[in-house]
């Protein structure tokens, strides 16, 4: 007899409004075997609000090494399990991302459903260019490193997202003006529930705003990406190179090549088309 194994299923639920969860995400919880959540307090209450029963298990950061191995037994002797976090989609900030590549390894198959991811949701509300973004997630706590990551990312031209705790906003707005400059910065908490605040700013402007009021709750900060990189790391030293170098310099700094066009064109006073026929062949 040959033994088929299960599937897992990546199941998102609600980041703060119940009614957000999919029919596709409540018939998956009903008739899976086991449910694998961040955690099983928090996630018990949700399965019992859509009266769902059905066994949990822990899965997190800090059992993950060890439980992750277990899961992949059980899908292997035929269970299906869905994996839920406690907000938002499993994979994203969370360790769901390790079990999805333990079963990529062990040939087991994985369903991801469509559903809520808090970072959409706040770049899509920040008015911010929503075409090219990175998701950076948590900063790390220790300052230095912290320092050290938004060092590496200030020229970073795309829109930034960040995750941060609200006993720590303070630091890293302050670090990010010392940093980054000041630029655009939305500041979104409290998503889809009836409190939803979006605080759309300057960087500068949100520290004033928060020498006066306490953060509450955990943040997500939309950043504007570098709008004149050419003007930072001595960039502006290439005044004299030809149109042609000046865009390869720009794209070997991480800048699209669309972007360096149009800057060049900007910087000298050019029409996009006569930059871009010079390096048509890039």
Not at 10 to 30: E, H, M, S
Not at 93 to 118: F, K, N, Q, R, T
Not at 157 to 170: A, D, F, G, N, W
Not at 243 to 271: F, Q
Request: aromatic share 6%; net charge negative; charged share 30%.
């Amino acid at each position: 007899m040959v033994l088929v194994s299960g599937k897992l299923y990546i199941c998102p639920t609600p980041i703060g409004n119940l009614d957000d969860i999919t029919y596709r995400t409540l018939k998956v919880l009903n008739s899976v075997d086991l449910i694998a959540a961040e955690d099983t307090r928090h996630s018990i209450k949700l399965l019992n609000h859509f009266e769902i029963s059905k066994p949990l298990t822990s899965y997190h950061e800090h059992n993950k090494n060890s439980k992750g191995p277990v899961l992949i037994d059980k899908l292997k002797s035929g269970l299906d399990i869905a994996l839920v976090s406690d907000a938002g989609m499993p994979g994203i900030s969370d360790p769901g991302a390790d079990m999805v590549g333990l079963c990529i390894d062990e040939g087991i198959e994985v369903e991801v459903l469509p559903g809520a991811s808090a970072f959409v949701i706040a770049l899509v509300g920040s008015g911010m260019d929503t075409n090219k973004f990175v998701f950076e997630g948590f900063l790390d706590r220790d300052k230095k490193k912290k320092k050290n990551r938004l060092e590496e990312i200030k020229n970073e031209y795309r829109t930034m997202i960040v995750y941060e705790s609200p006993h720590r906003l303070k630091e890293t707005l302050k670090l990010m003006l010392d940093i980054l400059g000041d630029r655009k910065i939305s500041l979104c908490r409290e998503l889809t529930k009836k409190h939803e605040d979006y605080m759309r700013s300057s960087i500068d402007e949100a520290i004033s705003y928060y020498k006066e009021n306490d953060p509450r709750g955990e943040y997500i900060l939309i950043i504007e990406g570098n709008t004149n990189p050419c003007k930072e790391e001595g960039l502006n030293e290439y005044e004299d190179l030809s149109d042609r170098d000046y865009v390869i310099k720009l794209i070997e700094n991480n800048i699209t090549k669309k972007d360096a066009i149009k800057t060049v064109a900007k910087e000298r006073g050019l029409r996009k088309d006569d930059v871009y026929k010079q390096v048509l062949d890039l």
